[in-house]
Antibody
Framework: EVQLVQSRAEVKKPGESLRISCKASGYSFTNYWIGWVRQMPGKGLEWMGILHPGDSDTIYTPSFQGQVTISADKSINTAYLQWSSLKASDTALYYC?????????????WGQGTTVTVSS | SQELTQPPSVSVSPGQTARITCSGDTLAKQYAYWYQQKPGQAPVLLIYNDNERPSGIPQRFSGSSSGTTVTLTISGVQAEAEADYYCQSADSTGTRVVFGGGTRLTVL
């Protein structure tokens, strides 16, 4: 079964660092782009960026460039989203999603989401 | 511009047809994708390349395109269709992606 399993919910303080993960299984990890999507409480989906695990090519949406780092470890089929200094405004639900190579540019497999809460 | 505009809400009675629009200049050149998100769940891809359905998506979901507007049509709406619906598009490389603001479908 093709799936993306994300790491557990996190509660952090402002200024702390954090890395959340997205582990892929059931398909060739290095052949598909992985994107990250933010959903702030009660709000819509926001595209953050996308990475190709095969060559680590990474494209960020301008509003997230410099705010987060997207990376992957292809030896363990895992993508990451990390912050060096969290802000309260980073409180949100974060999804990873696989970009299909057969359904246009649609995101055909999604992780279950990781809730990040940043509060003092 | 890559912005996509959706109506915040659409209401429909059971058994009727719901139509959700998504507008944006990029849609004249690039395909649109539609997702359904139910409360507490991850989004699910409903439509790709404007009007194609992935395997397992019911025929009551369909998509169409005209100029800079795409439309998601849900036929014979039932209570289970209550959800948020998002359109999405991307640039020609598929790496610069944008979502619409989302439309909440209410079944009266």
């Amino acid at each position: 079964e093709v799936q993306l399993v994300q790491s557990r919910a996190e509660v952090k303080k402002p200024g702390e660092s954090l890395r959340i993960s997205c582990k892929a299984s059931g398909y060739s990890f290095t052949n598909y782009w992985i994107g990250w999507v933010r959903q702030m409480p009660g709000k819509g989906l926001e595209w953050m960026g996308i990475l190709h695990p095969g060559d680590s090519d990474t494209i960020y949406t301008p509003s997230f460039q410099g705010q987060v780092t997207i990376s992957a470890d292809k030896s363990i089929n895992t993508a990451y989203l990390q912050w060096s200094s969290l802000k309260a405004s980073d409180t949100a639900l974060y999804y990873c999603a696989r970009r299909s190579e057969f359904l246009g540019y649609g995101m055909d497999v999604w992780g279950q989401g990781t809730t990040v809460t940043v509060s003092s | 511009s890559q912005e996509l505009t959706q109506p915040p809400s659409v209401s429909v009675s059971p058994g009727q047809t719901a139509r959700i629009t998504c507008s944006g200049d990029t849609l004249a050149k690039q395909y649109a994708y539609w997702y359904q998100q139910k409360p507490g769940q991850a989004p699910v891809l409903l439509i790709y390349n404007d009007n194609e359905r992935p395997s397992g998506i019911p025929q009551r979901f369909s998509g169409s395109s005209s100029g800079t507007t795409v439309t998601l049509t849900i036929s014979g709406v039932q209570a289970e269709a209550e959800a948020d619906y998002y359109c999405q598009s991307a640039d020609s490389t598929g790496t610069r992606v944008v979502f619409g603001g989302g439309t909440r479908l209410t079944v009266l």
